[in-house]
């Protein structure tokens, strides 16, 4: 077990994806700053329930580990972040400190290595190519892998406007040919509802 200050957002941070954040809340300030200083990650996780201010957020379980890779503070108070996602990981226990913020005992998850994208998801990958053209290199993290089926899947369902429930879907599913199947179907019902 791992213990890891969790960051509850109504977005979700997929494994090698890229997430800016302003973070200006004392208890995300104090958590960011004590990550920069020991170069370790904080936990990002979708709100099941409550608000990303305030008092603290219910996770969900599941969630992905975020290393500081840029900072700034462009104005007092108020400091911009990027993160690259690690590896996800379970929740097992979480306890809220008097500041609000959440501090989970995690178990990280096995590492997703690259699967060759199958050729019935072939659409899936000309989509995220032409989208990674049109939106250009700010809008993920270098290499491009078009070829490996898990980065595909991630990269899809964190640049295309899905629901956030549906890319926690495609997050906790476990094998790449799961996540391409929700995302197709997705993108199918999308299609369908289009016309």
Partial sequence: ????????????????????????EKRY???VSACMKTAEP???????SGKEVG??????????????IEWDMTQAGILQISVRGGRRFRVQRALTRPDQLIMGEVEFLPE???????????????LLAKILEQSGEQSYLPPVKLDDATWVAYRLAELLPLPS????QVLEQSGAASKLDLLA????AAREDAV
């Avoid at 994208?117 to 000309?126: F, I, K």
């Fill in 112 to 126: 997703e290595r690259a699967e060759a994208l199958p050729a019935t998801h072939g659409d899936l990958r000309d």
């Fill in 165 to 168: 429930a549906l890319k926690q």
């Fill in 1 to 24: 077990m791992t213990e890891l200050a969790l960051f509850p957002l109504h977005t979700v941070l997929f494994p090698e994806g890229r997430l800016g954040l302003r973070v200006f």
């Fill in 55 to 68: 008092q603290a957020a219910e996770p969900h379980a599941i969630g992905t580990a975020g290393h500081i």
């Fill in 185 to 188: 179907a997705a993108i199918a």
């Fill in 29 to 31: 300030m104090d958590m």
């Fill in 42 to 48: 904080f936990g990002v996780c979708l709100i099941r």
